[in-house]
């Protein structure tokens, strides 16, 4: 465990145990919702791959537009 995470945990330890029991759920929810988006993530890597390799074809083939981020 971190020393920062220690301190936190510890600053939360004098707190009453109801507002120990809302930052615990705030973390545990927190966790669970970095996990769905790692998986997310790593399950759309084919998808995501498809597309940028569709996206280089098109540009290749001169099927893309200049653009100027600035004019966005």
């Given at each position: 465990?971190?020393?920062l995470l220690k301190k936190a945990f510890d600053e939360a330890a004098?707190?009453?145990a109801d507002q120990?029991?809302?930052i615990?759920?705030?973390l545990l929810e927190e966790l669970k919702s970095d996990r769905a988006w790692s998986?997310?993530?790593d399950r759309s890597q084919d998808a995501l791959?498809?597309?940028a390799d569709e996206a280089?074809?098109?540009h290749k083939a001169g099927k893309t537009d200049?653009?100027?981020p600035s004019s966005l």
């Amino acid at each position: 465990m971190t020393e920062l995470l220690k301190k936190a945990f510890d600053e939360a330890a004098q707190l009453p145990a109801d507002q120990q029991d809302a930052i615990a759920s705030l973390l545990l929810e927190e966790l669970k919702s970095d996990r769905a988006w790692s998986q997310a993530f790593d399950r759309s890597q084919d998808a995501l791959q498809k597309l940028a390799d569709e996206a280089i074809r098109d540009h290749k083939a001169g099927k893309t537009d200049k653009m100027d981020p600035s004019s966005l």
